[in-house]
């Protein structure tokens, strides 16, 4: 019996009996609820380490400034180019867990519409 794909692109399936990301099965009989949107916020540590280490170095003597006035540039740069990452967030038997993540929200929107749906037709069947 071949599945009947509900959503599927190179990383993710999604069917009324399976939910496959990078080659980990999750069968949707154990996903206990509807599944999420998460929001990753991005990681800025080493861009503020620059920015703070920049703005120390401003105030040195010979060549410092130079190398300060760099490195201030590059970490600002670093903080305004950070995005975030959505993630899938489905709830498996006492757990949640970030089954897909990605920078590209539509794409994490339709794989939640379609593991919604997938959920959806799970009630309706038992």
């Known amino acids: 019996m071949e599945m009947e794909l509900i959503f599927n692109n190179q990383y993710v399936s999604v069917s009324y009996d399976e ?9 949707i009989k154990n996903i206990t609820s509807s599944a999420e949107i998460g929001l990753l916020k ?13 703005l ?4 040195g003597n010979e060549n410092l400034p130079i190398l300060g006035g760099i490195l ?3 970490g600002g740069v670093l903080c305004f180019t950070a995005k975030p990452r959505y993630s899938v967030v489905i709830n498996i038997i006492g757990r949640k867990e970030d089954a897909y993540i990605s920078e590209n929200s539509l794409e ?9 749906i997938a959920l959806g037709m799970r009630e309706i069947t038992f």
């Open 19 to 27: 939910f496959i990301v990078n080659g980990k099965i999750h069968p």
């Open 72 to 74: 201030f540039i590059y």
């Open 56 to 59: 120390i170095l401003l105030f």
């Open 108 to 116: 994490v929107d339709n794989i939640v519409k379609a593991l919604n």
């Open 42 to 54: 991005p990681e800025r540590g080493v861009a503020r380490l620059a920015v703070f280490g920049g």
